[in-house]
């Protein structure tokens, strides 16, 4: 099997089995838009473990096919290109990463799969050192905004594995004032989980950004919290908005 006879292959079976109301149904989730085909989660899946049986279908196979996948825009291809990934983590080396790195310019433009490219996919290659932290940390400077959501999203799984928790909490400074409202949200994500394991070090660090950092990150990072603990982390200045 070629990576376009497995492309196309996925692309027939989306179009067979489109449904425009499951597109209505998923659309009010995606502010930014919503191309997709509209198929059934069981039949998603149902594919995906038919093409898993092919004994053809192996890691550099799905990395040629993510390629004519993810240019498509339509949110099921994208989805089988992460979802087949998926199941070769075992195999992910220092290429994988490179060839994984170049999807954000080429296909990953929602929130759902840039979370699950960093719970999933990124994560992986951090918490079996495949690649230092510092390599996904530099994704804070670039422009694609998902990609830099996917910094602190893909350290969670981190938080788990280290009682540093500083130095995790540097690699986002550059994001505490990120303007990109979903950026916002999973730096916000990062600390609220943060903050279960570590409530010290992470309202320390709460503290040092309260009067600088936006304002969702603050919303999501103190969910968690009583109003009482929340109180302490309002901004003095409250003229600023984000």
């Known amino acids: 099997m070629t990576p376009r006879t497995l492309s196309n292959n996925i692309r027939r079976f989306c179009i067979v089995n489109a449904s425009p109301a499951v597109v209505k149904k998923y659309s009010r989730f995606f502010k930014e838009g919503y191309d997709a085909y509209g198929l059934?989660?069981?039949?998603?899946?149902?594919?995906?473990?038919?093409?898993?049986?092919?004994?053809?279908?192996?890691?550099?196979?799905?990395?040629?096919?993510?390629?004519?996948?993810?240019?498509?825009?339509?949110?099921?291809?994208t989805s089988f290109a992460i979802?087949?990934?998926?199941?070769?983590?075992?195999r992910f080396t220092r290429s994988t990463f490179s060839a994984v790195e170049q999807w954000f310019a080429r296909g990953i433009i929602n929130w759902a799969h840039a979370d699950i490219m960093a719970i999933d996919i990124i994560s992986y290659f951090l918490v079996n050192r495949i690649v230092p932290l510092e390599e996904v940390a530099a994704w804070t400077a670039v422009e694609r905004k998902y990609q830099r959501r996917c910094v602190p999203v893909s350290m969670i799984k981190m938080l788990g594995a280290t009682s540093d928790f500083n130095s995790l909490f540097q690699h986002i400074e550059p994001l505490m004032e990120d303007k990109d409202r979903e950026v916002q949200q999973g730096v916000g994500w990062f600390l609220r989980e943060?903050?279960?394991?570590?409530?010290?070090?992470?309202?320390?660090?709460?503290?040092?950004?309260?009067?600088?950092?936006?304002?969702?990150?603050?919303?999501?990072?103190?969910?968690?919290?009583?109003?009482?603990?929340?109180?302490?982390?309002?901004?003095?200045?409250?003229?600023?908005?984000?």
Not at 59 to 77: F, I, N, R, T, W
Request: hydrophobic share 35%; proline share 1%; aromatic share 10%.
């Open 40 to 77: 059934t989660k069981e039949k998603f899946e149902c594919k995906a473990a038919m093409l898993l049986r092919e004994e053809v279908v192996d890691l550099p196979l799905v990395l040629h096919a993510a390629q004519l996948l993810l240019k498509s825009g339509k949110y099921e291809e």
């Open 83 to 90: 979802h087949l990934l998926k199941n070769f983590t075992d």
């Open 194 to 242: 943060a903050w279960k394991l570590r409530r010290r070090d992470t309202e320390k660090f709460l503290l040092k950004w309260k009067d600088r950092g936006a304002r969702l990150i603050y919303q999501y990072a103190t969910e968690k919290m009583t109003a009482a603990e929340r109180k302490k982390f309002r901004r003095e200045n409250t003229t600023r908005t984000h």
